[in-house]
């Protein structure tokens, strides 16, 4: 259990790379389909929602996966 801080630190770090990350991508995304949606006269709602999705179904992956291993790799 000494470990735990440095554990929670290092999973902290992690989903703020996963949120920079995902921002960065989902931004060029919301580039390109806004361009897109522009020229079919639509509303790009679908495609926030989809983004927004997985952009939660991938932090809440990386957040169980850093978990599962730190209890495996410290116990």
Same mark, same amino acid.
């Given at each position: 259990m000494r470990n735990l801080p440095s554990i929670f630190i290092l999973l902290q770090i992690k989903i703020v790379s996963v949120i920079l990350n995902n921002l960065s991508l989902s931004y060029q995304i919301q580039k390109k389909s806004d361009m897109? *949606? @522009?020229?079919?006269?639509?509303s790009n709602f679908i495609t926030n929602y989809q983004l927004n999705m997985? *952009?939660? @179904?991938?932090?809440k992956q990386v957040i169980l996966t850093e978990i599962q291993?730190?209890?495996l790799f410290h116990g």
């Amino acid at each position: 259990m000494r470990n735990l801080p440095s554990i929670f630190i290092l999973l902290q770090i992690k989903i703020v790379s996963v949120i920079l990350n995902n921002l960065s991508l989902s931004y060029q995304i919301q580039k390109k389909s806004d361009m897109l *949606f @522009k020229r079919l006269g639509r509303s790009n709602f679908i495609t926030n929602y989809q983004l927004n999705m997985e *952009f939660t @179904k991938t932090v809440k992956q990386v957040i169980l996966t850093e978990i599962q291993n730190s209890i495996l790799f410290h116990g």
